[in-house]
T-cell receptor, first 112, second 112 residues
Framework: ETGVTQSPTHLIKTRGQQVTLRCSSQSGHNTVSWYQQALGQGPQFIFQYYREEENGRGNFPPRFSGLQFPNYSSELNVNALELDDSALYLC???????????FGPGTRLLVL | GESVGLHLPTLSVQEGDNSIINCAYS??????FIWYKQESGKGPQFIIDIRSNMDKRQGQRVTVLLNKTVKHLSLQIAATQPGDSAVYFC???????????FGKGTRLSVIA
């Protein structure tokens, strides 16, 4: 186990709704990255947070947004959910200047 | 649990045999590479990493080989065990603050 935790483990929403996913990083890790993993695919980078600020963003629309808190925990918010948002959402934490990222168990989101 | 890769390439090996999983990476300027193992219902688990100034790195029962000339990475697992059954992803990183870019993944199935 990496020490990265995510909640909830599973979630079902309907199109148009909003969702908030949460991540607690491994102790001492102040960098948090979020990934989307569609079925049968590798994880795709959404964005990264470092010291409470966004520090890089992948090819995802603005309805995907995030926050990082002083204790390094993080949230991923998705507005106006679409069916294609159904995926496993992964959070990974790392130490500053260290490339290795450690992943949490993920949140499985199903949009109906 | 859910399947993380329904249509991935599959490698089937007999328990006790050695496994070789291959990966072609995309960016010739990438300087850091990681192999992750992902079991059904879990997040990716760090296995081993290698920097671009190395050709080979060994861990416990695993060896990673890097061929920069052809942008190829391989993961060798010695004496494969049933617990090694999972989807394996390679990931590349260009520089410290850029996101990990994941390959498509290979499903390893160990036959007891």
């Amino acid at each position: 186990e990496t020490g990265v935790t995510q909640s909830p483990t599973h979630l079902i929403k309907t199109r148009g709704q909003q969702v908030t996913l949460r991540c607690s990083s491994q102790s001492g890790h102040n960098t948090v990255s979020w990934y989307q993993q569609a079925l049968g695919q590798g994880p795709q980078f959404i964005f990264q947070y470092y010291r409470e600020e966004e520090n890089g963003r992948g090819n995802f629309p603005p309805r995907f947004s995030g926050l990082q808190f002083p204790n390094y925990s993080s949230e991923l918010n998705v507005n106006a959910l679409e069916l294609d948002d159904s995926a496993l959402y992964l959070c990974a934490s790392s130490l500053p200047g260290i490339e290795t990222q450690y992943f949490g168990p993920g949140t499985r989101l199903l949009v109906l | 649990g859910e399947s993380v890769g329904l249509h991935l390439p599959t490698l089937s090996v007999q328990e006790g045999d050695n496994s070789i999983i291959n990966c072609a990476y995309s960016n010739s300027a990438s300087d850091y590479f990681i192999w992750y193992k992902q079991e059904s219902g879990k997040g990716p688990q760090f296995i081993i990493d290698i920097r671009s100034n190395m050709d080979k790195r060994q861990g416990q029962r695993v060896t990673v080989l890097l061929n920069k000339t052809v942008k190829h990475l391989s993961l060798q697992i010695a004496a494969t065990q049933p617990g090694d059954s999972a989807v394996y992803f390679c990931a590349e990183l260009y520089s410290g603050n850029t996101p990990l870019v994941f390959g498509k993944g290979t499903r390893l199935s160990v036959i007891a």
